[in-house]
């Protein structure tokens, strides 16, 4: 019984979620079986993991049907029950969270019902609601449902027909679906430049083109994706700070998943930067990863591995040392999938120890990790060679330039953009090392001017490597 779609959902549940859920089942309402009641009461004793043995299909039947004979077919129907009620709870629940619907809906029972006086009074509570909501896409979508009712509702006044409730149905309609367009097209546009992922982006040209001088000043949401849009086609740093200038100034009027959105816009734009040597980024990019940590964003269980290690490494770039010590003591258990907790944590660990200059440290636990996806192995290589250097270990650093270029050369998911960009760190790497050996000693030694002319003529700067190959050339004695 543990890997029944049941505790599956179960184990999902909050501690109130499953007191709740204890509850809907003995309602009468919505369940008169009673071996299905004692079936919830059993199960739920084992709340939130349900990880035991006692949770074996014949020790639930006798519990639930006594000294009755067991019956396969018995246990499992009553499972498959409250499956099933742990389904039309996960229903009841999201209706519930929807409170402008559910309000609309009641209107329009009480529209279907004729009860007049009593939608009149509705619709001003609804109304007031309304005035009070976050102009986000939900809103403006129950705008147009309230919009469409009342045009149903008020559709004479004494001997005249409302055409005025028509235009208005019209005008929420179109708020609501330029919203949704301007989100669409942004996350669409982000995903394209970030991901590499092309889009069928219907109608875009004359949707910019429209919004392009309108104010919208009733619809922050708008002017939030607009600007988006602007950013991901100029990466220009005036639409970033426009952004972030919309950002405070909406703060109490933007939903979670607008705040959200922005902060993920903000977080690529800044490695943007940084890809491109600005270095004053890693501020900026902390600032966006640390508030989506505040403003819990990310599940508690659910810190996928990718991301754990960009807001820790951020942290520590833009010298919050003890921000990420604190970030990696609380909420390393939180790290997902499971399996990669002892490499994420390893890891940390080793660049924290990597930027305090602890370089035996650093090479211990990075010798520890053993990632399989392609991009934390080539983040191991390349600061575990940038160790062997700043060490003058310039034979392991050789060694370890001709280790990378066979993996980047075997590996097939590594873009070839990427490739370049590391090989191309791997070239200078490898001369400064050679000018090393050589006995090179004087900072105006031609091959080494002629160097760091190169170096500065990168065109990428993957994991900082740029900056950190200028910073050694320039300090090469």
């Known amino acids: 019984m543990k890997n029944t779609k049941l505790i599956k959902v179960l184990k999902t549940f909050s501690r109130s979620e499953a007191l709740k859920f204890r509850e809907f089942v003995l309602s009468p309402f919505y369940n008169k079986n009673r071996s299905v009641m004692k079936l919830c009461e059993e199960v739920l004793r084992f709340h939130p993991d349900y990880n035991t043995d006692e949770l074996s299909d014949e020790n639930i039947f006798r519990k639930v049907f006594g ?3 067991y019956e396969y077919f018995k246990i499992k129907n009553i499972i498959s029950d409250l499956y099933q009620l742990s389904e039309m709870f996960l229903k009841t629940s999201a209706f519930l969270k929807k409170d402008l619907e559910n309000e609309i809906d009641l209107l329009n029972e009480l529209h279907e019902r004729n009860l007049d006086t009593l ?132 703060a109490d009027r933007l939903s979670d998943e607008d705040i959200y959105y922005i902060l993920l816009v903000t977080n690529s734009y800044s490695v943007y930067r940084l890809k491109l040597g600005d270095v004053s980024y890693y501020k900026d990019r902390f600032k966006s990863l640390a508030e989506i940590l505040e403003r819990k964003f990310i599940p508690d269980n659910n810190f996928l591995f990718v991301n754990f290690i960009s807001t820790f490494t951020s942290a520590c770039m833009a010298g919050e040392t003890d921000w990420a010590v604190n970030f990696l003591e609380s909420h390393q258990n ?46 191991v290589k390349s600061y575990t060679l940038r160790i062997y250097y700043e060490q003058d270990m310039h034979e392991q650093t050789l060694s370890a330039i001709d280790a990378f270029r066979h993996y980047l050369k075997s590996e097939d998911q590594i873009a070839d953009e990427q490739k370049i960009a590391h090989y191309e760190f791997l070239k200078f790497i490898s ?47």
């Open 67 to 69: 000294n009755e004979k």
């Open 119 to 250: 939608y009149i009074q509705k619709e001003k509570q609804l109304r007031k609601k309304l005035d009070a909501a976050v102009r986000d896409e939900i809103f403006f979508y129950a705008k147009y449902l309230h919009a469409k009712l009342n045009t149903s509702h008020f559709k004479f006044e004494k001997t005249g027909y409302l055409f005025g409730q028509i235009q208005n149905e019209f005008d929420t309609l179109f708020d609501f679906s330029l919203t949704s367009l301007l989100k669409l097209y942004a996350k669409m546009l982000h995903n394209k430049n970030h991901g590499n992922v092309n889009f069928d982006m219907k109608m875009f040209d004359s949707v910019r083109d429209y919004i392009k001088d309108r104010q919208f000043e009733d619809n922050p949401s708008v002017q939030i994706y607009r600007q988006s849009i602007n950013l991901e086609l100029s990466k220009d740093e005036k639409d970033y700070r426009t952004l972030l200038d919309l950002k405070k100034k909406f």
């Open 334 to 379: 939180s790290i997902s999938p499971q399996e990669e907790n002892h490499n994420t944590v390893n890891y940390c660990r080793g660049f924290l120890a990597y930027r305090l200059n602890d370089y035996e440290s650093a090479l211990d636990y990075f010798s520890r990790t053993n990632f399989r996806l392609f991009l934390m192995k080539v983040m």
């Open 431 to 477: 001369e400064l090392t050679r000018l090393k050996l050589d006995g090179v000693k004087k900072n105006n030694d031609s091959r080494l001017v002629i160097l760091r002319k190169e170096i500065n003529k990168m065109h990428s700067n993957p994991l900082g490597s740029k900056n950190w190959l200028i910073e050694k050339s320039e300090n090469f004695l």
